[in-house]
């Protein structure tokens, strides 16, 4: 089992519509990062997390560490969000130095 | 500081030929990680450095990787004798305590 989780691996929404991500973790952490990867590009960090929610822009960003799961939500969507959205987690535990990575969702928005 | 930047942003080699990647971190930031991207796929841990101990390498990196972090700072990644499976994004993070910075990648493409 992986130790981050994130569902769907693939979405596609019309443009306009309210997009959900979500990201579990099996480990204890510290933080946790939501990332956006466009087709052929480097990664950008959107948030970090460690307790509660953050927004910015049309983007919002919640965290419950009892339950151990993360969720992304976009607000009106548009065809410029489709990109790649990866999870990773910053964890208490001694593999792969500490930062997990989830497989990442793909989200294409259609206009 | 600019962020972890990473160079050269593209390469092209020919199957046989060497390459090395140089990675440029957060300063101050003690940890280093290098990943692996394939089309499709999230990023695929390959090693990680604390200052400039390599602490731990994934079985991904083979005999022909050799990763490098001599002075704690800036690391490099060598591939020998590049295979066409080589042809990949090679993306590292640095990291202080929860705070981690991705860098744009290398995309590398053996011909």
């Known amino acids: 089992k992986n130790e981050v989780e994130q569902s769907p691996q693939n979405l596609t929404a019309q443009e306009g519509e309210f997009i959900t991500i979500n990201c579990s973790y099996s480990v204890g952490i510290s933080a946790l990062h939501w990332l956006q990867q466009h087709p052929g590009g480097g990664i950008v960090s959107l948030f970090m997390l460690s307790s509660g929610k953050k927004k910015h822009g049309r983007l919002i960003a919640t965290i419950n560490i009892q339950e151990k799961h993360s969720s992304l939500h976009i607000t009106a969507s548009h065809p410029r969000d489709s990109a790649v959205y990866i999870c990773a987690v910053l964890d208490y535990g001694g593999s792969q130095g500490n930062l997990i990575f989830g497989k990442g969702t793909k989200l294409s928005v259609k206009p | 500081d600019t962020g972890v930047s990473q160079d050269p942003r593209h390469k092209i080699t020919k199957r046989g030929q060497n390459v090395t990647f140089r990675c440029d971190p957060i300063?101050?930031?003690?940890?280093l990680y290098w990943y692996r991207q394939t089309l499709g796929q999230g990023p695929e841990f390959l090693t990680y450095f604390q200052n400039e101990a390599q602490l731990e390498k994934s079985r991904l990196l083979s005999d022909r990787f050799s990763a490098e972090r001599p002075k704690g700072s800036f690391s490099t990644l060598e591939i020998q004798r590049t295979e066409q499976g080589d042809s990949a994004m090679y993306l590292c993070a640095s990291r202080q305590d929860t705070e981690a910075f991705f860098g744009q990648g290398t995309r590398l493409t053996v011909v």
């Open positions: 300063s101050e930031h003690n940890r």
